[in-house]
């Protein structure tokens, strides 16, 4: 790609830092000021600049040359350089001969002129840069007006790339100076591609998106191999801003799921550290396939929104893991781990996109605690009424001791030691349970003598 060399030139951190700033009034003196013949003699190949010819400054063209001056600092970014060249007034060469060419800016790469801009197309710093590098980056950014020209786009990548395809209402946005800069930068990585077209966002299935918005869509044509299958399409949630759109891209770059064997508390993936969620799904040697399949469903119905992890039991050591099948890690710091119980899909999805609904699972399983607690209580004091109503059934009864030994505290050991075995109960003549279970050793007793 034409652009590539001098892309790579400038650290991608220092690129955001750049993208998001306000021009300071430090900017100006980024302008330079040169004569036609200084200009001519100092382009270089390869190099871009942007020049504005002008005999004195009327002042109509007043705020044109403050916006040029404010987007120097933005553009030199790019290597690319801002200049305003001073026509002489007897020069009647081609840029400042005709009072038409003093009404444009002229994007040369080299001594070859890539474009000319109207100046009332540049209107503010972000028109400026984005119509800059739109048309530095012609043959990398993919314009297109309908269905059929994205889809021929999209078959072309399949099984070897991917696609980032924006739609801004309108050239020279804020949202459109965002795509170019990050085409700028992720262009030799993904084939990007624009469209004005509203008709053309209703088209690929987004009837219901505001045409007003500007969108971005990630379309992961590189897992498409069948040229019948259309590329899956991940929509960015955020407003288009160049560390939205860099965030945004980072999380597609990352594996739909992550296989770890490690402690929950330990993991870190890109998705925390971008401030998402990251969503653990417990699998075991015996069901790894089936919950191998699950997570990837998950995942990409989560893509954009959180992570998900594949942890395997079988492999961690924690009791918690056997009493749960999802747990959810939030980036927040401090926060601990939520383990729960969740019977399909529907409520994993949920339980990212509804922030209430992890409360309200813990709070059911909480209920659902509380209630087998009850139901067993219940169940033991049916057993001791039985057991009372055994025992006052068969007060009056004599219970036939004869084949039990009755034992004090000078007798135990010795007791003990006349046999190889010898099987002891220990009760208390007042309590009623004590009571009922004496009545079944003596039917033992007689049973074992027998």
């Given at each position: 790609m034409s652009a590539q060399k001098d892309r790579w030139v400038f650290s991608f951190s220092f690129l955001l830092f750049c993208a998001s700033s306000i021009p300071t009034q430090g900017s100006a003196r980024l302008l330079q000021e040169l004569s036609p013949q200084e200009y001519f003699s100092s382009l270089q190949a390869g190099r871009a600049s942007l020049a504005y010819f002008s005999h004195n400054v009327s002042p109509g063209a007043q705020p044109f040359?403050?916006?040029?001056?404010?987007?120097?600092?933005?553009?030199?970014?790019?290597?690319?350089?801002?200049?305003?060249?001073?026509?002489?007034?007897?020069?009647?060469?081609?840029?400042?001969?005709?009072?038409?060419?003093?009404?444009?800016?002229?994007?040369?790469?080299?001594n070859m002129l890539i474009r000319e801009f109207p100046t009332d197309a540049l209107f503010d710093v972000n028109s400026i840069v984005a119509n800059v590098l739109f048309a530095l980056l012609f043959n990398e950014v993919k314009y297109v007006e309908t269905l059929a020209d994205l889809q021929n786009i999209e078959n072309a990548l399949k099984g070897r790339s991917n696609m980032v395809f924006a739609y801004v209402p309108a050239t020279g946005t804020a949202e459109h100076r965002a795509v170019m800069e990050a085409a700028f930068v992720y262009g030799t990585i993904h084939q990007f591609v624009l469209t004005t077209e509203a008709t053309l966002l209703k088209d690929t299935g987004n009837d219901k998106s505001d045409v007003s918005s500007a969108r971005l869509f990630f379309c992961?044509?590189?897992?498409?191999?069948?040229?019948?299958?259309?590329?899956?399409?991940?929509?960015?949630?955020?407003?288009?801003?160049?560390l939205n759109i860099h965030r945004h891209l980072k999380l597609m770059g990352a594996p739909l799921v992550t296989e770890v064997a490690e402690d929950p508390e330990k993991v870190s993936t890109v998705h925390l550290q971008l401030g998402l969620p990251l969503v653990f799904i417990f699998s075991?040697?015996?069901?790894?396939?089936?919950?191998?399949?699950?997570?990837?469903?998950?995942?990409?119905?989560?893509?954009?929104?959180?992570?998900?992890?594949?942890?395997?039991?079988?492999?961690?050591?924690?009791?918690?893991?056997?009493?749960?099948?999802?747990?959810?890690?939030?980036?927040?710091?401090?926060?601990?781990?939520?383990?729960?119980?969740?019977?399909?899909?529907?409520?994993?999805?949920?339980?990212?996109?509804?922030?209430?609904?992890?409360?309200?699972?813990?709070?059911?399983?909480?209920?659902?605690?509380?209630?087998?607690?009850?139901?067993?209580?219940?169940?033991?004091?049916?057993?001791?009424?039985?057991?009372?109503?055994?025992?006052?059934?068969?007060?009056?009864?004599?219970?036939?001791?004869?084949?039990?030994?009755?034992?004090?505290?000078?007798?135990?050991?010795?007791?003990?030691?006349?046999?190889?075995?010898?099987?002891?109960?220990?009760?208390?003549?007042?309590?009623?349970?004590?009571?009922?279970?004496?009545?079944?050793?003596?039917?033992v007793a007689d049973h074992l003598k027998g």
């Open positions: 040359l403050e916006q040029i001056e404010n987007s120097a600092e933005a553009l030199q970014d790019y290597g690319i350089s801002v200049v305003k060249v001073n026509c002489p007034k007897e020069d009647v060469s081609r840029y400042c001969g005709k009072e038409n060419a003093l009404r444009k800016a002229y994007l040369f790469r080299g992961h044509c590189q897992r498409a191999t069948d040229l019948g299958q259309p590329c899956r399409r991940t929509a960015m949630g955020q407003t288009l801003t160049m075991q040697k015996e069901t790894y396939e089936a919950d191998r399949r699950t997570a990837e469903f998950v995942a990409w119905q989560l893509l954009g929104k959180a992570g998900v992890a594949l942890l395997s039991r079988d492999l961690v050591d924690l009791n918690v893991l056997l009493r749960s099948n999802v747990a959810l890690k939030t980036p927040e710091e401090g926060v601990p781990i939520k383990y729960l119980v969740l019977e399909d899909t529907d409520e994993v999805i949920t339980l990212v996109e509804d922030k209430n609904k992890v409360e309200q699972i813990q709070e059911d399983e909480e209920e659902d605690e509380e209630d087998e607690d009850e139901k067993e209580n219940n169940n033991q004091d049916i057993q001791d009424d039985q057991v009372v109503e055994a025992v006052s059934r068969d007060k009056k009864r004599e219970l036939p001791l004869e084949q039990i030994l009755v034992l004090t505290e000078e007798t135990f050991h010795s007791a003990l030691l006349e046999t190889a075995r010898t099987v002891v109960l220990f009760y208390a003549s007042w309590e009623a349970v004590s009571l009922a279970v004496l009545r079944s050793y003596t039917e």
